[in-house]
């Protein structure tokens, strides 16, 4: 989703014109316009202005970088909801509730086809009937790779096993536990010297 079409759908659900908007951030309409048409793309200081303007949190606005962290992965849910009707449903996980999504609206029967073979070819990796890397060329295929006819180019693929690819992921959670740890400390870090200088 374009930043361009976010930017229109706030500032018209703040109820701004594109010089209302424009007089906000000191930039004319032309400007907003060529933003909400993707022709141009705003810099930081500018997207930060038009955020705070329109009182959305700048990042929502920005495209995130591959692979996603948590934040980024629930704002792209929530806008996914812009392009196809989502419930969100509780369910029974091993004797646990928790909540899940769910796919609406006329398009879910071929939603749910892909879903069905996406299930088919993650059983297969876990059962490792696949490798991680057939695995991946799937996704990065599909459609095409729906096709009865389409086969797997294993040239110079590592063959890697499901539990090699499991501890590759324990290894990239422990890291990003690590570094999450270290900005909590740095945070504390801070806090304690505002507080101090506060205390003076």
């Known amino acids: 989703m374009s930043s361009g079409y976010l930017f229109?759908?706030?500032?018209e659900l703040r109820g701004l014109t594109q010089k209302a908007l424009g007089k906000k951030?000191?930039?004319?309409?032309?400007?907003?316009r060529q933003y909400e048409l993707d022709i141009r793309s705003p810099k930081d200081d500018v997207l930060?202005?038009?955020?705070s303007a329109l009182n959305v949190k700048?990042?929502?606005?920005?495209?995130?970088?591959?692979p996603y962290d948590f934040e980024e992965v629930i704002r792209l849910l929530f806008k996914?909801?812009?392009?196809?009707?989502i419930g969100i449903r509780k369910v029974d996980i091993n004797g646990t509730p928790v909540h899940s999504l769910v796919f609406l609206g006329h398009n879910i029967l071929k939603?749910?086809?892909?879903?069905?073979a996406w299930t088919q070819m993650q059983f297969k990796f876990m059962d490792e009937e696949i490798s991680w890397e057939e695995y991946e060329d799937w996704k990065a295929n599909w459609p095409d790779s729906l096709r009865e006819d389409y086969e797997f180019n294993p040239e110079?693929?590592?063959?890697?096993s499901y539990e090699e690819y499991m501890a590759q992921v324990q290894k990239l959670d422990d890291m990003q536990a690590a570094k999450e740890s270290l900005a909590e400390r740095?945070?504390?870090?801070?806090?304690?010297?505002?507080?101090?200088?506060?205390?003076?």
């Open 8 to 11: 229109r759908k706030f500032r």
């Open 25 to 32: 951030v000191n930039l004319d309409d032309v400007r907003i």
């Open 48 to 51: 930060n202005n038009i955020s």
């Open 58 to 66: 700048p990042e929502y606005f920005k495209d995130p970088s591959y």
């Open 80 to 85: 996914l909801e812009d392009s196809i009707p």
């Open 111 to 116: 939603i749910d086809k892909t879903l069905e």
């Open 156 to 160: 110079g693929s590592k063959n890697t």
């Open 186 to 200: 740095k945070f504390r870090v801070a806090k304690n010297k505002v507080e101090n200088e506060e205390d003076k």
